[in-house]
């Protein structure tokens, strides 16, 4: 049996705002087994709020940026040039699970609204569902029809459904070892709950990462990945990750018109997901259409400031229209962002030789060496090496 609670602040209707910024969810005394059901719940939040005719939602990573940083409510109101934020906290008391939520005004850090449930651990989706419930009904949103949609409900098992969040956190994190175990532990999900689309959707969307690891040979996952996205797609028709999925699948077979259409499908459903505009940018950059591509990325950006993935992307897009300066602080940002991937490295070796900056272009390598070696280091030297005049020194690097 659930025991719920909530208050509004004033006694009158909150108004709805209309650009909302989910704040990691605290997990108070949760051992190591349990401390990803703050992040899991956090992006269950977004997940619903994206479901929303009448507000925008930020992202995960922009949660994610924020969430070990101790800043007020109307620091990350200006931040992020948002109207409000959803926080709160989960607390694990033997077999039940505690929430508590409130969504705040940035500008006046008043609460407009706050809600307060406690059910069985086993109960972890019902709950997010009933919290935001809860919500939608106090500030009356319009809600899509996708979120009354049966595929979409969470499996009933606690185990299967916290391995479908987990899964969701792994997949975020963009590196090798954790995409592939996200794709496993989506297969497992699929496993024990074939009916559950939107599981089957994040497993399209890692296959198609995966398929680009060294490994791997790709043919096999990205035709995988079709299937499992048209999988989702037989089960829910408006689910637009699993219609980004199959994009970015058909994207990557080189199949252009079946990439349009489920591109523009997927927008016309979430017109503010950052993933699916930031794919829809490479994926019209390559056609030619770099103003369109621009436009796209900037849009994607703008909802997710702290993306380091997608600042990349913004910076590909920029040096392929011919605009290499801009590009070279693009890239420079995502690296300001997370250091982890080589390939803003890469962007900002080519933008400097493009410019001519050679010893500009030789330091980012020297810092790429030092923070995240890659074997394309050594090409790159060569290639400097070549360009600046030195072509016995280049040929020794490239031949070896």
Partial sequence: MAAATWLLYPAREPAAPKFVLVRPFVGLGLDSENSWIGDALTQQFIASLSETKTLRVLPWSTSLAIRDQRTSIQELGKRFDVEAILEGSVRRDGSRLQISAQLVDTATERTLWSHRD??????LGRIEAGVFQAMASALKLRLSSGSSIAARVPPADFETYRLCLKSLVQADQFAGKS??????????????????????????????????????????????AQRVAEQAIALDPTLAEALSALAHAYFHQWQWKQTEHSFGTALSLDP????????????????????????????????????????????????HGGQSELAIAAARQALDLDRASAMPYTLVTRACAQQGKIKEAQQVLEDQERMRPSPNTAVWQGNLLALSGQKHQAASILKS
Avoid at 118 to 123: D, L, N, T, V
Avoid at 188 to 195: K, L, Q
Avoid at 276 to 287: E, S
């Fill in 179 to 224: 995409v592939q175990a996200a794709v496993e532990g989506f297969e497992e999900v699929v496993r024990c709950a074939p009916g559950y689309s939107p599981a089957l959707a994040n497993l399209a969307n890692a296959l198609v990462l995966n398929a680009f690891s060294p490994k791997l040979d790709r043919e096999a996952p990205l035709l995988r």
């Fill in 272 to 319: 503010n997901s950052s993933m699916t505009l930031q794919l829809f940018a490479i994926y019209v950059g390559t056609q030619g259409r770099n103003e369109e591509a621009l436009r796209h990325i900037d849009r994607a950006v703008q909802l997710a400031p702290t993306s380091a993935p997608i600042q990349y992307t913004r910076g590909n897009v920029l040096f």
């Fill in 118 to 123: 406690e059910r069985e651990a086993g109960e």
